[in-house]
């Protein structure tokens, strides 16, 4: 009862009302834990019996089956008619281990942080008990209800049996005292999914710059967005996209992950048939193998063939906003000052686009363009602009363009964008575009329409 007695002490100064709207304290979410206790212990409603759960609302969340080293999103409601101010924690251990941490939690938002067992914020050193709770702006002082906290959970690495969550809500009346408030308490118990059992296949050649050019770029260089197919990447129905993990791609999706060169890429896209990557940041060049690793991390990793694929200084390509059969292809490009779509117009029902104009300052949205600097790690999300190393030229309809910028797309994993000017003496149409960087040009077929 030490914790509990001393909370209880902590609420009888002018920092306990600091504490309550910056967090809970550890260990406060109601859960079977050793140790583990409730908000009663501070906050209370005297016109009704002691306990959480007794007034008229109630604390919600719902989580699924995880699948080992998966990431879920998890929402925790706390809903009362008569609350003012509102806080939350949640916490998640294995049911074979009560006394044991089970996975990682990770805020996404002002609402929510996480802290550590030792009354630290997190990220919590490894094996320790973390709980995710509100933050000083996420009890939203004055609204009505019900409000919702939004955090990410990362399940363990293998298979630990059944997880069970604890959470906690308080429903507060916003007087900045732990009196008259609600605490309301839930539980939820989640097993493993089903660990997959397929026999993972990388087709010949099925290694590909992501752009999808025709005829395909058969080779990626560090950093560069490139696309595997083949069959039984994940279940049939499968379409799971890019995870955050502390602010960079997750190298695991769904307990899928590619391997280059026995290195992790980072994710984009996982289906059955599918997978879109970034290559790492490895200074090999000349061919390296790739791999697939299903139920990643666990004990029972399913590996598939190994493919090679060439990695060279620079491997450009366009990405495209429509792919043709024909293999020519409006690039995905926007006006660099009004940030339109620019192509022509009705290219894709129901969306806005220009065609450029002479003068214009046009950015062509690219991957495979090779180091820069700074340079910027795979999986990372670049804070800012970093250019290519290496010099790129670009022609519209056969006429040089004034490059203005060659490098990452700030915020974007392995996007790059060249900024031109279009020239003044281009013809109107949908002109042939070629960019090179070390000596290495896009392949034939892109076009951007230029209409005076």
């Known amino acids: 009862m030490r914790r509990a007695l001393l909370t209880s002490l902590l609420w009888l100064t002018p920092v306990a009302t600091w504490a309550f709207v910056t967090g809970a304290d550890p260990r406060l979410t109601g859960g079977p834990f050793p140790t583990e206790?409730?908000?009663?212990?501070?906050?209370?409603?005297?016109?009704?019996?002691?306990?959480?759960?007794?007034?008229?609302?109630?604390?919600?969340?719902?989580?699924?089956?995880?699948?080992?080293?998966?990431?879920?999103?998890?929402?925790?409601?706390?809903?009362?008619?008569?609350?003012?101010?509102?806080?939350?924690?949640?916490?998640?251990?294995?049911?074979?281990?009560?006394?044991?941490?089970?996975?990682?939690?990770?805020?996404?938002?002002?609402?929510?942080?996480?802290?550590?067992?030792?009354?630290?914020?997190?990220?919590?050193?490894?094996?320790?008990?973390?709980?995710?709770?509100?933050?000083?702006?996420?009890?939203?002082?004055?609204?009505?209800?019900?409000?919702?906290?939004?955090?990410?959970?990362?399940?363990?690495?293998?298979?630990?049996?059944?997880?069970?969550?604890?959470?906690?809500?308080?429903?507060?009346?916003?007087?900045?005292?732990?009196?008259?408030?609600?605490i309301y308490t839930a539980q939820a118990r989640i097993s493993a999914e089903s660990l997959v059992t397929l026999n993972p296949k990388i087709s010949a050649g099925g290694i590909v710059g992501a752009g999808l050019s025709t005829p395909p770029v058969q080779a990626i260089t560090a950093n560069s967005i490139f696309s595997i197919f083949g069959t039984d990447f994940a279940p049939a129905g499968t379409f799971k996209g890019a995870e955050l993990v502390n602010g960079r791609l997750s190298t695991n999706v769904g307990g899928v992950c590619v391997e280059v060169a026995g290195a992790r890429a980072p994710l984009f896209f996982v289906s059955a048939g599918q997978l879109n990557a970034q290559a790492p940041t490895l200074s090999a060049t000349g061919q390296v193998p790739v791999d697939i690793v299903l139920n990643c991390g666990t004990s029972n990793e399913i590996r598939s063939n190994v493919e090679s694929v060439m990695m060279q200084a620079a491997a450009p390509q366009f990405f495209f906003f429509v792919q043709n059969d024909n293999g020519k292809n409006p690039i995905a490009a926007i006006n660099a000052v009004s940030f339109g779509l620019m192509g022509t117009t009705g290219l894709i029902p129901g969306v806005t686009f220009t065609p450029a104009k002479p003068g214009d300052i046009v950015a062509l949205y690219s991957t495979g363009l090779g180091a820069t600097n700074p340079a910027y790690q795979a999986g990372e999300l670049p804070g800012g602009i970093g250019s290519t190393t290496s010099p790129v030229t670009v022609t519209i309809g056969g006429v040089n363009a004034d490059v203005l910028y060659a490098g990452v797309a700030p915020g974007l994993a392995g996007l790059y964008q060249i900024n031109i000017r279009v020239p003044d003496s281009v013809p109107d149409g949908n002109l042939p575009v070629s960019a090179s960087v070390a000596s290495v040009s896009t392949p034939a077929g892109a076009f951007l329409t230029v209409k005076r």
């Open 37 to 182: 206790f409730d908000c009663t212990e501070c906050h209370s409603n005297t016109a009704l019996p002691f306990g959480p759960n007794k007034g008229p609302g109630n604390v919600s969340f719902s989580v699924q089956k995880y699948t080992p080293g998966a990431k879920q999103r998890i929402t925790v409601t706390v809903n009362d008619p008569s609350a003012r101010r509102w806080g939350f924690e949640i916490t998640a251990r294995p049911a074979n281990a009560l006394g044991s941490q089970a996975g990682t939690f990770q805020n996404i938002d002002g609402n929510a942080q996480v802290i550590c067992d030792n009354l630290t914020a997190g990220p919590c050193p490894t094996g320790m008990l973390q709980f995710a709770t509100h933050t000083r702006n996420g009890t939203r002082l004055g609204q009505t209800g019900p409000i919702s906290f939004d955090v990410d959970w990362t399940a363990p690495a293998s298979d630990v049996g059944d997880i069970i969550f604890a959470a906690a809500g308080n429903a507060a009346n916003g007087n900045d005292q732990p009196t008259g408030d609600n």
